[in-house]
């Protein structure tokens, strides 16, 4: 894609070649903008300012890019407009590409070949269930043409440690090198935050929330009494797995399962019995539910419960021999940590956290294979198999825990329940359910959709479920109330701990990514600012009608909002 031309850098004026520059001989990196952590809004971001003609470096702190849907193996969370409306472009993209990736690499059946809405998985909760080593295949290819032409440098198992700031600007960041153990200084005019727990806004003193907020806070709906910043959602360490009948692949017995084989949670509302059980809580009604699981019957005729629900591969989508059987991702209610945070407290405290984490993790596969009651009255699976090979990582597990909810900047504006939740939108504008809409934000830069889904908290709640309507993504969101030049790029943006429950999923994080990307190269012009493009109509006009041209969808199409 040929470079917009309004872009001027200091980089390129200075001759610099690659993304960034070594500068003498100290560890000291120069680039246009530097973007803290390789997930999907990293790399949303990194395409958007690398096509715009930024020259980028990108941290990713594992050796994997691609965050929620690589890293941490969840395929994409979509609402269920997907296919027609409601991503942007390279969102759209990317959809299109895991297909071709399948169809040019494996052998597909015919049916599947002409299948233009393919679906690998054919799983309940999503259009496109994939395996994470694709999802990864196809970030890589998309962004590899702006690593060859030197526009985009990218550091694998890079960490960052800390930042200089001077007055209301990030001067630079200094990140770890994790292999080698020695420390790099990145200098930019724009820092990007696309770090899974929003790390930089400690480091930069940025002003941030965390956890839940009260209704004196936000006069949310479903807000707290009060406030309680402690209060995060449960992180999960998924696992893929596929199952051979009459093998026998079970694990050693985890350190911690009898702890975790016996735990019943202790929740409001209330947790029905044990974690390690098929029933647990509905997320929406909160009643008592019993999941089914039988990893034998996966055709449309057998019922696969939690087996179909996050597949990621269907072997009737392929040629026979493909695969020895289904490929299952385990996300699911009995494996959500809530016991502590993983942010917010010491490191040696969030180590604790995600072992145990990924102990609880183990516990469930192992008592799967043991222990859990089967239809035919039997109890245990020990044909089910972990497969670390699609997930790059020795024990099975996903190399990243699956974050939901991080630190959030105090932005120039906070999106609340007031503007996107359809019970509370129903109180304020008193219209029928069927002309309800969700807030317009004359400042939108996309848009996105997906219930108000908040899963159990360290702070002792159950789910927290409820409808919302398509929403947009306002720019003020974007912007600190203080710190001019750092803008967020995933869960961290302006939202509150009951609205992150609807903007954290996939679709809307690769979103926010690319704003913030198209943002900060727009920004790289003489006399812009983030400021001052939101809060100035003419420059806010500007901008929105060039990421439209650049296929950001910043408005709903009528008929999605009914």
Not at 123 to 149: F, K
Not at 197 to 203: Q, R
């Amino acid at each position: 894609m040929r470079r917009r031309e309004w872009i001027k850098t200091s980089v390129r004026l200075a001759g610099g070649f690659g993304a960034a520059r070594l500068i003498g001989r100290a560890r000291e990196w120069k680039a246009d903008v530097a973007i803290a952590g390789g997930g999907v809004g990293g790399c949303a971001a990194a395409l958007a300012l690398a096509r715009n003609g930024a020259r980028v470096v990108m941290t990713e702190e594992t050796d994997w890019i691609g965050g929620q849907l690589t890293q941490q193996a969840v395929p994409p969370d979509e609402h269920p407009w997907v296919e027609q409306t409601g991503t942007t472009r390279s969102y759209h993209a990317y959809r299109n590409n895991i297909r071709a990736y399948y169809r040019d690499h494996y052998a597909l059946t015919v049916e599947s070949l002409r299948a233009p809405e393919f679906d690998p998985g054919n799983c309940s909760v999503s259009r496109l269930c994939h395996e994470p080593r694709v999802g990864l295949a196809v970030l890589e290819s998309m962004l590899a043409p702006w690593v060859s032409n030197g526009w985009l440098t990218i550091l694998r198992e890079h960490k960052p440690v800390s930042a200089t700031v001077a007055g209301d600007r990030v001067e630079s960041l200094t990140v770890r090198d994790l292999r080698e153990n020695r420390t790099l200084e990145l200098a930019a005019d724009y820092f990007i935050d696309a770090t899974e727990t929003g790390d930089l806004l400690p480091m930069t003193k940025t002003e941030y929330i965390t956890g839940a907020e009260s209704q004196k806070q936000t006069g949310e709906l479903h807000a707290k009494s009060e406030p309680q910043p402690g209060n995060m959602q449960a992180i999960t360490c998924c696992f893929v797995m596929d199952h051979l009948e009459g093998e026998n692949h079970t694990i050693d017995k985890p350190e911690e399962y009898d702890f975790w084989r016996d735990y019943v949670p202790r929740l409001t509302p209330p947790w029905p019995g044990r974690l390690l059980s098929w029933e647990n809580t509905h997320p929406i009604t909160l009643q008592p539910r019993t999941h089914s699981f039988d990893p034998r019957q996966t055709g449309p005729e057998g019922d696969g419960g939690l087996w179909l629900y996050r597949r990621l591969i269907d072997t009737a989508n392929f040629a026979p021999g493909t695969y020895r059987g289904d490929v299952c991702l385990v996300n699911w209610p009995q494996n959500d940590y809530w016991l502590g945070n993983v942010i917010e407290v010491s490191e040696e405290e969030a180590r604790r956290h995600l072992r145990r984490a990924r102990q609880l993790s183990l516990s469930l596969f192992y008592w799967m294979q043991t222990e859990a009651p089967r239809p035919d009255g039997k109890a245990g699976w020990p044909g089910l198999r972990l497969r670390g090979d699609l997930t790059g990582t020795p024990d099975g597990l996903a190399k990243y825990p699956y974050i939901r909810e991080a630190r959030r900047i105090k932005a120039e504006f906070t999106v609340l329940e007031e503007h996107v939740g359809a019970d509370q939108r129903a109180k304020i504008t008193r219209r029928p359910k069927d002309e309800l809409t969700a807030a317009s934000f004359p400042d939108s830069v996309g848009v996105g959709s997906y219930r108000i889904d908040l899963h159990p908290s360290t702070g002792g709640d159950n789910y927290i479920d409820v409808s919302s309507l398509p929403f947009e993504i306002p720019l003020g969101a974007l912007i600190p109330q203080r710190t001019e030049n750092l803008l967020p790029a995933a869960k961290n943006l302006g939202v509150t701990h009951i609205t992150n429950g609807c903007y954290r999923l996939h679709p809307v994080e690769w979103n926010i990514g690319e704003a913030a990307g198209l943002l900060a190269a727009w920004c790289l012009r003489p006399g812009q600012t983030p400021r001052g493009v939101r809060n100035t109509a003419s420059r806010l006009g500007d901008f929105q009608r060039e990421i439209e041209r650049q296929g950001v969808q910043i408005r709903w199409p009528r008929f999605t909002a009914r």
